[in-house]
């Protein structure tokens, strides 16, 4: 079935650093993206999706960017803040699974 | 509108116990997902159901079960419970099925926290 490794964390940063969260998938055919984040203590929140090759999701600053050529969905911001500490997963359905999630990275930005 | 609801949020039970997690899908979705989180990893899918029916299985014991209800509320179901099961439960709804349901989206609630002592 389809799946989506991603970089072991965990990825410390300073307030108003680069970030990039690389993601690599397996696949037949092109199925859809998504980069999901787990706040501490909670659920899984959709951070952005794309549905198709070349297609670039982007949400609250973050974006990713369906490459088919490196079958790859890496996460990015300019300029991180306190508040984007948290654990960022990588997702793609498989089949009859709904998502695939990768391992997930853990991201602390210090002040 | 009320998200995903989740009960309980935390438990804890004995090995070999059993236990019953309810999940309640934001209104008018019919599709409700549940995925076990062991701590440090990615969700891990268990069950899929839509219209009430088994649309999707994990690779999970048949210790688990689950069903979902005509008001598509679900539960998930663990027998003879082992350590290994602690892990936080997350269930997840959606409009549509499997493939479609990505069009829609899926929400995730909070997560039931279950440990096995």
């Known amino acids: 079935g389809n799946s989506v490794t991603q970089m072991e964390g965990p990825v410390t940063l300073s307030e108003e650093a680069f970030l990039t969260i690389n993601c690599t998938y397996t696949a037949t055919g092109y199925p859809s993206l998504f980069w999901y984040v787990q706040y501490p203590g909670e659920g899984l929140q959709l951070l952005l999706k794309a549905t198709k090759a070349d297609d670039k999701g982007s949400n609250k600053g973050f974006e990713a960017t369906y490459r088919k050529e490196t079958t790859s969905f890496h996460l990015e911001k300019g300029s991180v803040q306190v508040s984007d500490s948290a654990v960022y997963f990588c997702?793609?359905?498989?089949?009859?699974?709904?998502?695939?999630f990768g391992k997930g990275t853990r991201l602390s930005v210090i002040a | 509108d009320a998200g995903v609801t989740q009960s309980p949020t935390h438990l804890i039970k004995t090995r070999g116990q059993h236990v019953t997690l309810r999940c309640s899908p934001i209104s008018g979705h019919k599709s409700v997902s549940w995925y076990q989180q062991v701590l440090g990893q990615g969700p891990q899918f268990i069950f899929q159901y839509y219209e009430k029916e088994e649309r999707g299985r994990g690779n999970f014991p048949d210790r688990f079960s689950a069903r979902q209800f005509p008001n598509y509320s679900s539960e998930l179901n663990v027998n003879a419970l082992l350590l290994g099961d602690s892990a936080l439960y997350l269930c997840?709804?959606?409009?549509?099925?499997?493939?479609?349901?990505?069009?829609?989206?899926?929400?995730f609630g909070s997560g039931t926290r279950l440990t096995v002592v």
């Open positions: 997840a709804s959606s409009l549509a099925n499997t493939g479609r349901g990505h069009n829609y989206g899926y929400t």
């Open positions: 997702a793609l359905p498989s089949g009859n699974t709904p998502l695939v």
